[in-house]
């Protein structure tokens, strides 16, 4: 498998989703704006979005995939087809009994979670409302996560790649269409986060029965537990939950934090998440994507020589496009922000109230997408207890940091508590590697840093000075050519760094790599 040529798949199904997505969020801004009830909806959303990644997505899959991916290899089709039907019927039990205790405790969640909003009831009931409809999401995204970590192990990423934008579609078809015909439009986005999830998890049958692997689910929720390999599964996805709850826990109270600042502080915190998401995609979650199956097959065949070669590929990559989206984000964070949401009742006051986090949020960026990166080396040894130790230590760090920065930067303090917080993780997790000798660096990384860093400073130069020629608030009247502008400062910038690498000696078949 051609992994440069696979991250380039994913990363194109990705970026698909991720302008969806914005498409998404520039609609609701435009309709929204950073508001009272633009902050009940993301309080809404985050609740059961939490869950999805922690107990779906997240712990879930690093959990199962190495697991999976052993049985694959080593135990045949059948008793893999059995593992796939057990696992599927203990996930989909718990999250759907998650799910009504869920619903049922909504109003102590939504007051747990963000209780600054009863500063406005119609507000925190709305937000009630919509954690209501929307809880039952995480039932369907465990189904999706399931199908996802079969897929990937099978190395057919396209599905799982392309499957969030079906989300984004129902986003934006209820922003066009359903807000207009509802007595609180907000309404709306919660209803179409129900509709995509069925959208999402309708996509994965056809892709699961080509390859044999549809599951069959028990009307007993007990079958699955009887299974020693779902048993083995559970075990290690306990400690996964701390590890991946980490940077989400750190999120939840930066949001209760955001919902007692100015109004419209948590919207402006989603914003600039939202855009942070972007490059977290296209790189590292992609990254991760590929890598844990190929990690988890060399520990399992205990290559060391082919998982050092693999984890070395994938952090230079990190760097060689991370660092440099890095520095755009920071330099060009009142331009994204303007060009994207500076419509309808998204005032020019919230471009500034969103650009601060998002440059905030690029100062950790680099340490975001490493940890995406460095994790898996871990969870394809099947060894969670590492990354858990780290991440909750993190979780302390970056709340000791909100109490040193939220006071003199508001918001933006919380998005830096969060970038700085992630640069330790990775740095932690790389250090363990590292002194483990799980991890050997191949030769050649202060040159590449060198260079590397002479390319990233051009860009930057060239983007900061463009960026302050034009004024973007103002040209809210036209979008086009605001959007044009935009284009041209990231397309240049671009190709001033490719230019600079390519004339220090960068190619690009350095960095083809071939799994074994």
Request: glycine share 6%; aromatic share 10%.
């Amino acid at each position: 498998m051609n992994l440069l040529k696979t991250l380039a798949a994913i990363s194109s199904m990705t970026m698909l989703s991720r302008v969806t997505g914005l498409l998404r969020e520039s609609l609701f801004a435009r309709a929204f704006g950073a508001s009272a009830y633009s902050d009940a909806f993301i309080v809404a959303f985050r609740i059961p979005n939490l869950l999805r990644r922690l107990f779906a997505e997240g712990a879930f899959s690093q959990a199962f995939v190495p697991i999976l991916s052993e049985y694959k290899n080593q135990h045949g089709p059948e008793a893999t087809k059995t593992l796939v039907d057990h696992v599927a019927t203990t996930l989909v039990w718990a999250t759907v009994l998650t799910s009504m205790i869920g619903i049922i405790g909504s109003p102590l969640l939504v007051m747990v979670i963000a209780g600054g909003l009863d500063k406005t009831p119609d507000a925190f009931d709305a937000s009630v409302w919509m954690t209501r409809l929307m809880f039952p999401y995480i039932a369907f995204m465990s189904f999706v996560a399931l199908s996802g970590g079969v897929l990937n192990t099978w190395s057919q990423f396209k599905i799982p790649a392309f499957t969030p934008v079906l989300l984004n579609v129902s986003f934006i078809l209820a922003s066009l269409f359903l807000t207009r015909h509802l007595a609180q439009p907000i309404y709306a986005m919660a209803i179409a986060v129900f509709v995509g999830g069925m959208l999402q998890v309708a996509i994965q049958i056809p892709a699961l029965r080509k390859i044999g692997m549809l599951p069959r689910l028990s009307f007993n929720p007990l079958t699955g537990l009887r299974d020693a390999g779902v048993r083995r599964m559970l075990k290690k996805m306990g400690p996964a939950v701390f590890a991946v709850s980490a940077a989400q826990i750190s999120l939840m109270i930066n949001t209760n934090i955001a919902s007692r600042l100015a109004t419209g502080s948590v919207s402006a915190l989603s914003y600039a998440d939202r855009l942070m998401e972007f490059p977290t995609a296209m790189l590292g979650v992609a990254l991760g994507t590929i890598l844990l199956p190929s990690l988890s097959k060399a520990s399992a065949e205990r290559d060391n020589d082919e998982y050092s070669a693999l984890l070395n590929w994938g952090l230079r990559l990190t760097f060689l496009l991370a660092l440099p989206a890095a520095v755009g984000m920071a330099t060009l964070a009142e331009p994204l922000i303007a060009t994207l949401f500076h419509y309808g009742a998204f005032s020019a006051q919230a471009i500034t109230t969103s650009a601060l986090p998002l440059m905030a949020y690029s100062a950790g960026l680099i340490g975001i997408i490493l940890v995406k990166t460095l994790a898996p080396a871990f969870y394809a040894r099947q060894d969670i207890r590492t990354p858990v130790r780290i991440a909750l230590g993190v979780l302390v760090a970056t709340q000791l940091m909100n109490l040193v920065f939220v006071p003199h930067l508001a918001v933006a303090g919380l998005a830096l508590s969060i970038g700085l917080g992630a640069c330790i993780n990775a740095l932690l997790l790389y250090t363990s590697l590292r002194k483990r000798k799980i991890f050997v660096a191949q030769p050649g990384w202060s040159g590449f840093f060198v260079r590397l860093v002479v390319a990233v400073c051009a860009m930057g130069a060239l983007s900061w000075y463009a960026q302050g020629l034009v004024d973007w608030a103002a040209m809210q009247a036209h979008p086009w050519l605001r959007g044009g502008a935009l284009l041209a400062i990231i397309s240049a910038s671009a190709v001033l760094y490719f230019a600079v690498l390519f004339a220090l000696g960068f190619r690009p078949g350095d960095f083809r790599r071939r799994a074994r």
